[in-house]
């Protein structure tokens, strides 16, 4: 292995100097609104400082990108990855082969301009990324895969040699020279452009069209284009502007979620699951067999009617997707579901719901969620113009209630827990008995009067760990669950409903 200190790929040079760029935007616009916008009697003067100045600070941050490149190295000894980099105050950083859980690579529009890749190594437990290179040729990213990729042996408790661990680089057409990989699934034209139309992401593209137009609003109503939409507008209707915005931001969303989840791509290399997604940012994550915890499967309200669902994976240590959740395809078949859980996370099982909650229980979703809502409703109606509409709200909430109720469910097998759960979405949890990191139940005055509980269950998915639960279940049916897990028995007890 290679013992000798190496450097990024010069062309880091332009991400550090955007780095320094993002950190100092706030700064940069202060000095050119206060120069550019003030009130000068010599605009010569106003122009030669503003120049000046802009001048003064591409030269300073250009010899930041550089001194900064070349006091970032690395090298690889002994199984061990040693980074040290910054300017002034030097950081360093080991990280052994056995404490790395995934080497992950990114391509950007530059990246892939240049030939490079951004290449993250994560660790169990932490919180973001332990090491970055953001700028590395594609044959240094596999040199350094194949340098560490002995912790797949060590984990599976197979011995192995050097040489069998080796795998040369390969600087071909390849983007990532890989063994060949066998299962491979690959999203198809289509159900990329089904996962985006249905992805509900409209909220956050509406949301960030407000920002964006709160921030502009005072020169957008100078311009003519502005003026003139207005006024046709105000000839037709408010409805229609109202309907543009919304079909825009779902646009968009739409949008947004073609360009991150473009040639998505699963395929299964030994104990690793390899996705490969992005049009513009190209993304390769790796996720090793023994650090996933659970099986997140998602059926969407929207994506119901076609019989598809999504299909996350909940794994330890630092993940890509808040939740430490992250999806493993974006869209299955539902009739497909058990045969892809065999084919690429065979050690979770299809399970069907054997238990569900008792009638007695549901009044514990309904009573609360109505007294909140008539509170809410009742002034609304009584003080506002065309409030009455706010009575409706009760209804909303008791409907989501009755569907809270009817869709908890759980099912249990000699090592495996399937919980389901949610309203208008709902969710199944497939957990081995051995990934359970804490479960048990608690109860509310209410609950303990009717003999009802709490089951909560966690996973050790990050620092904070991730919680799932389900409400108002019979006491015995909690303590069923909990027993199960506590005691390697042979078989845990049905508890009908």
């Avoid at 048990?440 to 709490?454: D, E, I, S």
Wanted: proline share 3%; hydrophobic share 45%.
């Amino acid at each position: 292995m290679s013992n000798v200190r190496q450097r990024l790929h010069p062309f880091s040079v332009v991400f550090f100097i955007l780095r320094s760029v993002k950190d100092l935007i706030y700064p940069l616009l202060v000095f050119l609104f206060t120069t550019v916008f003030r009130d000068e009697p010599s605009s010569v003067g106003k122009w030669l400082w503003t120049g000046g100045g802009l001048i003064v600070a591409v030269v300073l941050l250009v010899a930041w990108g550089v001194f900064t490149w070349y006091r970032f190295t690395y090298q690889i000894e002994d199984g061990v990855l040693h980074v040290e980099h910054g300017l002034f105050v030097r950081k360093t950083i080991f990280i052994s082969r056995d404490r790395i859980q995934s080497i992950d690579l990114t391509e950007g529009i530059l990246h892939r301009l240049a030939g490079i890749a951004k290449l993250q190594v994560e660790t169990a437990g932490g919180k973001k990324p332990e090491a970055i290179l953001n700028a590395v040729s594609k044959a240094e990213a596999a040199r350094i895969k194949s340098e560490l990729k002995l912790l797949d042996q060590v984990n599976s408790g197979r011995a192995t040699t050097a040489a069998e661990a080796t795998v040369h680089a390969d600087t071909s057409s390849a983007a990532y020279p890989v063994a060949a990989e066998q299962p491979k699934r690959k999203l198809s034209t289509g159900k990329l452009i089904l996962f985006g139309a249905t992805s509900g992401s409209i909220g956050v593209t509406m949301s960030l069209l407000l920002a964006l137009y709160s921030q502009v609003h005072n020169w957008l109503k100078e311009t003519a284009v502005f003026q003139m939409v207005m006024e046709l507008f105000e000839k037709e209707s408010l409805m229609w502007m109202i309907i543009v915005v919304l079909v825009a931001a779902w646009v968009l969303a739409v949008l947004g979620t073609v360009l991150k989840y473009a040639g998505f791509t699963i395929s299964k290399n030994g104990n690793k699951l390899h996705i490969v997604r992005g049009l513009l940012e190209r993304k390769q994550v790796t996720i090793p067999m023994s650090r996933i915890q659970a099986i997140r499967i998602v059926e969407d309200l929207l994506r119901r009617p076609f019989g598809l669902v999504t299909v996350h994976v909940v794994s330890a240590g630092y993940g890509m997707e808040k939740s430490q959740s992250t999806i493993l395809f974006p869209l299955v078949a539902k009739s497909e579901l058990a045969a892809f859980l065999q084919e690429y996370v065979p050690q979770f099982e299809w399970l069907d719901i054997g238990s569900t909650l008792t009638a007695r229980s549901r009044k514990n979703y309904v009573i609360p969620r109505l007294i909140i809502g008539l509170l809410i409703s009742i002034p609304v109606a009584l003080r506002v113009p065309y409030g009455s509409y706010a009575l409706l709200l009760p209804l909303l909430l008791v409907a989501h209630g009755l569907l809270l109720h009817r869709n908890a469910g759980w099912a249990v097998s000699d090592h495996q827990l399937l919980l389901r759960y949610g309203g208008l979405n709902i969710t199944r949890l497939f957990v081995r008995k051995n990934r359970i990191q804490s479960c048990g139940y608690n109860q509310n005055p209410f609950q303990r009067l009717n003999g009802l509980a709490t089951y909560r269950l966690s996973l050790a998915s990050s620092a904070a760990g991730a919680a799932f639960s389900i409400r108002h279940q019979e006491e015995v049916q909690s303590r069923a669950l909990v027993d199960w897990a506590r005691k390697y028995q042979q078989k845990p007890p049905r508890i009908e409903s």
